[in-house]
Structure formats: C-alpha cells, structure tokens
Nanobody, 127 residues
C-alpha cells in the first residue's frame, strides 16, 4: 500500500521556523522525484520545492528560495522541508508528493502529474 504521511505542521509566529517531515512507504522511493506543495485557503495548489532522484537537482519557488530547504534520505524513505523566516503568506496546508519519470521543474510546476500525495499538514503563521 502506497503511503505518504506528512507531519510537523503547527502554529508559528512570523519569523519562526518549522520542519515538516514526510514518510514514504509502499513504493521505490529512490526512483521518484519528491516535492512539497502547498494550498492556501481559496487558492490553487502550488509547488514549493522539489528534489530529484540523484539529489543534484532542486527546484524552489521564487517566494521561498533562500528561506526553505528540501532534503531527502533514500535509505529512510523520508523527505523534509526546513522552513525559516516564515511569514503569514506561508500559511497553507502543505503536501508532499512523489512523481516518477518527470523532471524536477515539471514536477513542481504541474502538480497534476504527481503519482502519489500525502494527506497534508497545516502550517499557520500568525502572531
């Protein structure tokens, strides 16, 4: 059974940090581009960051570059999103995804091509 399970979402003050985790099972994780997406209330799902199978290609959306970092461990079948300098605009449900056979950029730009999704974790940035 394929599963992606996110955790780590929370309420955090502006300027704070959070680390999200995503645990994968039921498929060959190392063969997949993995990514983090988010969806704010009333908005569409947007790609935040994606990392390739060889860990050498990483895509960051313009609004998070320099603040967010993605990293993966193919032995533990995990992917993390370290988020720093959070702002209220980062408030959203965050989802991890896994996509096979696509480029890192395409994976992040076209969420509809993802093969697997997690259930999401809520991040709220507010004072």
């Amino acid at each position: 059974q394929v599963q992606l399970v996110e955790s780590g979402g929370d309420l955090v003050q502006p300027g704070g940090s959070l680390r999200l985790s995503c645990a994968a099972s039921g498929f060959t994780f190392s063969n997949f581009v993995v990514g983090w997406f988010r969806q704010a209330p009333g908005k569409g799902r947007e790609g935040v960051t994606c990392i390739g199978t060889r860990h050498d290609k990483i895509y960051y959306a313009d609004g998070v570059r320099g603040r967010f970092t993605i990293f993966r461990d193919d032995v533990r079948n995990m992917v993390w999103l370290q988020m720093n300098s959070l702002t209220p605009e980062d408030t959203a449900v965050y989802y991890c995804s896994a996509t096979v056979g696509q480029t890192v950029q395409a994976t992040c730009e076209f969420h509809s091509i993802a093969d697997y999704w997690g259930q999401g974790t809520q991040v709220t940035v507010s004072s």
